[in-house]
C-alpha cells in the first residue's frame, strides 16, 4: 500500500504558501509509509492510539513530532509525556491535572489543544462554548505549571453538506480568536482533514490533519 506522493507534494504546495502546518495522519499505516513521507520532508505525524503511537515511535527517528489527535485516557497520559510533541483532544480538566502531574515527572513542558465539540453528531468529544469558558477559568487559577495551552481543535461534522461545514469551521475560528485575544499562547487552531481541509484553511485553520489523503484509504 504506497504512499500518495503526487498528492502529498500538492498539499504541501497549497499549505506552504498559507503557513499551516501539516500533520500526516499515520493511524493503521506500516512505519515503512511513515518512513517514506519522513523521507519526503515530513516531520509531524498523528496518532489516536496510545499503544499504536508508542510503538511507532520506538521504531522511527527521533526527530519525528507525534501528535496524539485522539481521546486520552488518564491512565495511558503517563505512555506518551515522554515524547508527544501536542496532545490535541483535551476536554477536560481531570485529564489536564493528570498531563500536569506526569509531566513535572518527566520535566517536559506538554503542548496542548482543547477540543471544542463543534459538530451536530452525539458521539464526538469535546467541549461547548461554556464548557470551555468554564475550564479555561479553572485552568488560570490552578498553576499547572507543565500545560501550556496553545489553542483550539475540532472536527466538522460528517457530511456532505459543505456551507453546514464551513459554517462550524467559522464558528471555531471566532471562539479561537476570542480566547487569542485573552490568552497569549493561543497560537495554533487544528481543524481540517482530507475531505474539509482546503474548506477548514479558508475559514482559519492554521493546522491540518490529512490521513486518506496522502497516507491512502484505512479500513478502521
Ligand atoms: C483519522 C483522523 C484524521 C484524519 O482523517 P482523514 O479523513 O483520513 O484525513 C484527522 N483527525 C482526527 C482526530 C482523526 O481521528
Avoid at 63 to 69: E, G, K, T
Avoid at 141 to 161: H, P, V, Y
Avoid at 194 to 213: C, F, H, P, T, W
Wanted: hydrophobic share 40%; aromatic share 8%.
Amino acid at each position: 500500500m504506497a504512499i500518495n506522493k503526487d498528492g502529498y507534494q500538492k498539499i504541501m504546495g497549497e499549505l506552504n504558501t498559507k503557513g499551516v502546518t501539516l500533520v500526516a495522519v499515520s493511524k493503521t499505516k506500516p512505519v515503512e509509509s511513515i518512513l517514506e513521507l519522513y523521507q519526503l520532508g515530513q516531520r509531524d505525524f498523528g496518532e489516536n492510539y496510545v499503544q499504536e503511537m508508542v510503538e511507532k515511535a520506538k521504531l522511527l527517528p527521533y526527530d519525528i513530532r507525534w501528535h496524539f489527535i485522539g481521546h486520552v485516557q488518564t491512565n495511558k497520559v503517563k505512555l506518551i509525556i515522554p515524547f508527544v510533541q501536542l496532545i490535541h483532544g483535551v476536554d477536560s480538566l481531570k485529564l489536564l491535572k493528570e498531563i500536569n502531574k506526569e509531566a513535572v515527572r518527566t520535566g517536559r513542558i506538554i503542548n496542548c489543544l482543547l477540543q471544542i465539540h463543534i459538530a451536530e453528531e452525539e458521539t464526538k468529544f469535546g467541549l461547548d462554548e461554556s464548557e470551555l469558558d468554564m475550564l479555561m477559568k479553572n485552568f488560570s487559577g490552578l498553576e499547572l505549571k507543565s500545560i501550556r495551552i496553545c489553542g483550539l481543535m475540532g472536527m466538522a461534522s460528517f457530511t456532505n453538506d459543505m456551507d453546514k461545514v464551513r459554517s462550524e469551521f467559522n464558528k471555531l475560528k471566532k471562539l479561537f480568536k476570542q480566547y487569542q485575544a485573552r490568552y497569549s499562547g493561543f497560537q495554533i487552531l487544528s481543524m481540517g482533514m482530507s475531505a474539509d481541509y482546503k474548506i477548514a484553511v479558508e475559514e482559519g485553520s492554521n493546522m491540518v490533519r490529512i490521513g486518506s489523503l496522502i497516507m491512502g484509504e484505512r479500513t478502521r
